[in-house]
């Protein structure tokens, strides 16, 4: 379910990103930039977006997690918080596929650009 909702919440980061700049990536097709490069750029500031919230995130995933089993625990019972390192490689890495997977259709959708429409000026 985690991976579906951060899925979903990259997926419309990418789209609300490329419907921003789309008349600056249909310019840069338009006078002769690669389709890889700009997926390349695309890519690149996801990446960067994914390295400046790792640290925040696993930090903050891990407050979260205290505090749940602190929420939880009772006179009768306590509920120990053990995360292991391979379940913060596992997160990173499954949020940098996840990301990855998110970008291509955001990157399909500027390979399809109707470069004569997106790059008209606005009146």
């Not at 379910?1 to 840069?28: G, I, P, S, W």
């Not at 790792?54 to 306590?78: E, R």
Request: hydrophobic residues 60%; glycine residues 4%.
């Amino acid at each position: 379910f985690a991976l579906a909702m951060a899925f979903a919440l990259l997926f419309n980061t990418m789209t609300v990103n490329v419907l921003e700049q789309q008349r600056e990536l249909a310019t840069m097709r338009a006078i002769g930039t690669h389709r890889r490069l700009i997926a390349l750029m695309m890519t690149t500031e996801s990446f960067v977006v994914w390295l400046l919230a790792l640290i925040p995130g696993l930090i903050l995933g891990t407050l979260a997690a205290n505090a749940l089993g602190s929420a939880f625990q009772t006179d009768l019972f306590a509920f120990t918080i053990v995360i292991a390192p391979q379940s913060y490689v596992a997160a990173a890495f499954g949020i940098l596929l996840t990301m990855l997977l998110a970008a291509a259709p955001a990157i399909r959708r500027v390979n399809r650009l109707n470069l004569a429409e997106a790059t008209k000026t606005l009146t």
